[in-house]
């Protein structure tokens, strides 16, 4: 097996031979052995009336803190394997103590309150059996209230920048005194490092083991591919908590956001504040959802100032419709680009694509009924289209493997894709499929194709896809940003109807521009549009709602669920249906 280099400062190395490993914290350490005074972290913290204070944090700073907390952890018995909840904000505290304890081989679960939900937050952690819980003030009142943890946790630690009496606090921690030569890790690769929680969107969210070889493929991958520079060229603004590794991993600075991460999705954030954080910090790159760079764009474009400065940006979540991508690009500048990341939790990133192939190449065809193209997939990864089973697939020899430009089940594998799930083998059966060699390919749950170049076209959820009959599917990208091209369309989302005959209809739930649109006509438009269109055809009714619901971690995925729940609860004369032929049918 051979050693694999990632990109970094001359000489240093972030893997390790054989089987890939990555020790983020003895990173950090270096860097703060060679260049101290590198800024390791840049704050942007929110003041009352808008203004902006921003906390500068040193790479020595950073690696004592965590130094000194990764031995007060070993103290009071964390360490290798310690399942650790982890519900801290981004930011000084987080990074130092994320860093402690992968610096001891903790294993952190991680549980976004927000996007989970109060209370579902206490069933995924009943799941994950954390032993040990560690939260601000806020998170330990949440635990309290609603019982979280309560059958695994048996110690608490309190983000707390002063000691307090009979609670271990981070600030008791601190006080250890560091050794002169830290302790020579002892992690290996199969070793859990996380167990992150899916976003729940097509059921309970799923405890996802990511290894530390996965997560150490992960940052060899993006450093790799998303050529962010090096040391102190890098300036990472990530709007997504995980990410915040790769800026430290690439030895740049990292600018936490002006954004409330507990109490507030992406598309809540402050267009103006992160505008000016990113101008103020000289943000070169980062990573968002769609939703907050659809107002981020729009703030932009109507306030000028020029090119926002961001020489790359990482879209993921969910898909970035092409006017999106125009959006963008036009606030970047000549030198600036967008990309769209495809993945999932158990799986990022797959593929990814340029904003200047979508505009330029795809998208017209996507607005035709063609899918919507995510990409080629990136370095070490492999992605095949297979048969569209909605039972579980045991092995590869089950498998029906199709031909470029047949839609089906979409499946990947590679280094840094999660190989299973937390104690779930009904997850496990349902989502991974066992090959021959010994490695395991991941079952995304979208369907698509692949074309002729191998680029990746996924046509929406596996269970999304709604089956009108035994000769007819209809799959949701193939038809929603074909009505979203009309003018008044703000989006859409397909949705399955069943009739009080049992026959099922596709029908589509409109989101207009303007809620006090003609919408009989309005929906007329959409019909005779998807009918000129082989993909849209099957879809004979529409019905219309001032706001489609959304997922709450990125705010960009449609929450179907709820939408056909919308529309089955809506009076047969509030859905518009497609003319029969002869009657004025498209």
Not at 164 to 181: D, F, H, I
Not at 384 to 392: E, K, L
Not at 401 to 406: I, Q, S
Request: include cysteine.
């Amino acid at each position: 097996m051979s050693m694999t280099i990632s990109r970094g400062d001359a000489g240093t190395a972030l893997v390790v031979p054989g089987e890939r490993t990555v020790d983020i914290a003895d990173r950090v350490r270096r860097i703060a052995e060679t260049d101290p005074t590198r800024v390791a972290l840049i704050h942007a913290h929110r003041l009352p009336g808008g203004r902006l204070r921003y906390r500068r944090t040193t790479y020595a700073d950073l690696s004592d803190r965590a130094e000194r907390l990764a031995v007060g952890l070993r103290s009071v018995g964390i360490g290798e394997q310690t399942r650790c909840s982890f519900m801290v904000p981004p930011g000084f505290d987080a990074m130092a103590l994320g860093l402690a304890l992968w610096r001891v081989g903790a294993v952190v679960v991680g549980i976004e309150p927000h996007s989970h939900g109060l209370r579902r937050v206490g069933r995924s952690l009943a799941k994950a059996d954390p032993e040990v819980f560690i939260g601000t003030l806020q998170a330990h009142a949440a635990r309290r209230t609603f019982g979280w943890g309560s059958a695994s946790v048996r110690r608490t630690i309190l983000v707390s920048r002063v000691p307090l009496p009979g609670v271990v606090t981070t600030a008791a921690l601190e006080r250890c005194s560091v050794p002169t030569v830290p302790e020579a890790s002892t992690i290996d690769p199969a070793d859990p490092a996380v167990i992150a929680f899916t976003t729940g969107s097509t059921g309970a969210p799923k405890p996802t083991v990511l290894r530390q070889r996965n997560l150490a493929a992960m940052i060899d991958n993006v450093l790799g591919h998303w050529d962010l520079g090096e040391g102190r060229d890098v300036v990472d603004m990530p709007t997504f908590p995980m990410f915040w590794i790769i800026g430290l991993a690439a030895g740049g600075t990292v600018v936490v956001p002006p954004m409330d991460f507990a109490l507030h999705g992406p598309g809540d954030a402050d267009p103006a504040l992160l505008l000016r954080t990113i101008r103020d910090c000289g943000v070169r790159s980062m990573f968002a959802s769609p939703a907050l760079l659809t107002n981020l764009a729009r703030y932009a474009a109507d306030h000028g100032g020029g090119p926002i400065g961001v020489r790359r940006i990482v879209a993921g979540g969910a898909e970035v419709p092409g006017p999106l991508f125009a959006a963008v690009r036009s606030v970047l500048g000549p030198d600036g680009e967008l990309y769209s990341d495809y993945g999932a939790t158990e799986a990022l990133p797959v593929t990814e694509i340029a904003g200047a192939e979508v505009v330029a190449d795809t998208w017209p065809r996507t607005e035709q009924g063609a899918g919507v193209c995510v990409g080629r997939p990136l370095p070490d990864v492999e992605v095949r289209i297979v048969g569209i089973d909605d039972g579980p697939i045991a092995s590869w020899d089950d498998a029906r493997p199709l031909p470029a430009g047949t839609i089906g089940e979409v499946v990947a594998r590679g280094p840094h894709i999660s190989e299973g799930y937390d104690r779930q083998p009904r997850a496990d059966a349902e989502n991974k499929i066992a090959a021959g060699d010994g490695r395991t390919w991941h079952r995304l749950g979208d369907t698509g194709y692949l074309d002729a170049g191998g680029r990746l076209w996924v046509c929406g959820r596996r269970s999304h896809r709604v089956v009108v009959d035994e000769h007819t599917t209809v799959f949701p990208l193939c038809c929603e940003p074909v009505a979203n091209a009309v003018t008044g369309v703000a989006r859409s989302a397909l949705v399955a109807l069943e009739g009080a005959d049992g026959k099922t209809s596709a029908v589509l739930c409109i989101e207009p521009v303007d809620a006090a649109c003609d919408r009989p006509a309005l929906g007329r438009e959409v019909l005779a549009r998807l009918g000129q269109v082989e993909a849209g055809r099957a879809v004979s009714r529409v019905a219309f709602v001032d706001r489609l619901p959304v997922d709450r971690r990125h705010n960009a995925k449609l929450d179907r669920p709820r939408i056909g729940a919308i529309v089955a609860a809506l009076p047969p004369e509030a859905i518009l249906e497609r003319p029969v032929a002869g009657d004025g049918a498209p």
